[in-house]
Structures are given as C-alpha cells and as structure tokens.
C-alpha cells in the first residue's frame, strides 16, 4: 500500500500495474488521500475506473466534476447531485437540463442549488414544509405569513428574518414566548412588554 500511494503521488497512477489498483485500494486512497487535478484525469484514462470511484470523487471534492469522464457524467450526474450537490455549481448552465433539476426537487436537493428559473412560491411552499430549514433559501417574496407565523410559533429565532416583524407578529411572539423579546427589533419593545418582564421577574432576558 505504502508502495502504491508513493507511485500514485510522485508519478503516475498509470504507473501502477493494474493488478495492483484493486477497488478496494482505490476507494481507501480516495477516502484517505488529498485528491489531485492528475490523479483523477489518470483514474479516468485507467480501466480500473468506476461508478463508484467517480461518485466518491464527486462526493468528497464535487470541483472535479469537470475532470469527469463524459460517459460517466451523461448516465450518472444525477447520482452524483444526491451525493454532494454542492456539485451542481460546477455543472454548466446548459447541462442543468430540466430532466435533472425536475429529479432534484423529487428528491428535495436543497432550494440553493436549484437555479432561479425554477424557483416559484408552490416550490417553496413545499421545500418548507418538507424542512424549515429550507427556509434560508426561500426568495422574501415567496415567504408566506403563514410560514412567519409558524416560525414564531416554533420558536425558530435563528430562521426569522428581524425585517419580516410587523407589530402583529411581535404581539404574537411575546404571547407564544417571552424570549422572542431578545430577538425581535428594539423599535418594537414598548413599555407594556418591558412592564410584563419587570412583573414576571422575568430579569435575565
């Protein structure tokens, strides 16, 4: 093993007899080792190449997507998004086909990797229901009272935006939770919620 990585990172993994580069080995140097531009351009000239290696390539460094041999990219890029999709950002615009980008929303791949075109407020409705989390990623446009108000509900503090506040919904959260108070603008704190602390021994907040 010793042997075939110092080949592999002083010359060539051509170099390397091809009795000696086992899946087994490949997929541990992969796992283990800094990946190089030559590395995986020799890997795709060799024999020994396969699904698995190019998704485990993808999946650790997705900038090497590039390098990636063609027959691999038309049949498994798809695969290769669900892997790692921060892939999708070295994937040329002209190859983000509506067949693939249709297979990532099956698939709930995050909103940030799905190009703007396709982004629409039944979209987003549906990421969020599917993950709050998503809503990160939600254009302001698309986020809905309602999802503001689940959020306050939820006590999600750290997805709600301070600007979506109006003073109907800093009424809500001070009445679903007293702690919205650390999170809500200042412009909005009045003397009937400080009043409601100051009664509670509410202090530390």
């Given amino acids: 093993t010793f042997v075939r990585k110092y080949i592999i990172k002083n010359f060539s993994l051509l170099r390397v007899p091809e009795l000696y580069l086992t899946e087994t080995f490949l997929k541990e140097y992969i796992t283990d080792e800094e990946l190089t531009d030559d590395f995986v351009k020799d890997l795709q000239c060799s024999t020994v190449n396969s699904v698995d290696l190019t998704k485990m390539i993808v999946k650790k460094e997705p900038k090497y997507y590039s390098l990636i041999d063609n027959k691999y990219k038309n049949k498994y890029t798809k695969d290769m ?7 999708t950002r070295y994937i040329p615009k002209e190859k983000m086909t509506k067949d693939i980008v249709q297979y990532m929303i099956e698939h709930f791949v995050s909103l940030q990797y799905i190009p703007e075109e ?7 409705k549906a990421y969020y229901n599917h993950d709050m989390n998503e809503i990160l990623y939600i254009p302001d ?3 809905t009272r309602k999802m ?21 919904l800093v009424k809500r959260a001070i009445d679903r939770n007293i702690q919205w108070v650390k999170y809500i603008p200042k412009k909005y704190i009045n003397k009937k919620i400080v009043d409601r602390i100051i009664t509670g021994n509410l202090f530390t907040l």
């Avoid at 396709?118 to 987003?124: A, Q």
């Avoid at 503001?148 to 109907?168: C, G, T, V």
């Fill in 81 to 87: 998004i669900l892997e790692n999709p921060e892939v």
């Fill in 118 to 124: 396709y982004i629409n407020k039944r979209l987003c």
């Fill in 141 to 143: 446009k698309y986020v």
């Fill in 148 to 168: 503001k108000k689940d959020l306050i509900d939820s006590f999600a503090h750290q997805y709600m935006n301070p600007e979506w506040f109006n003073r109907s």
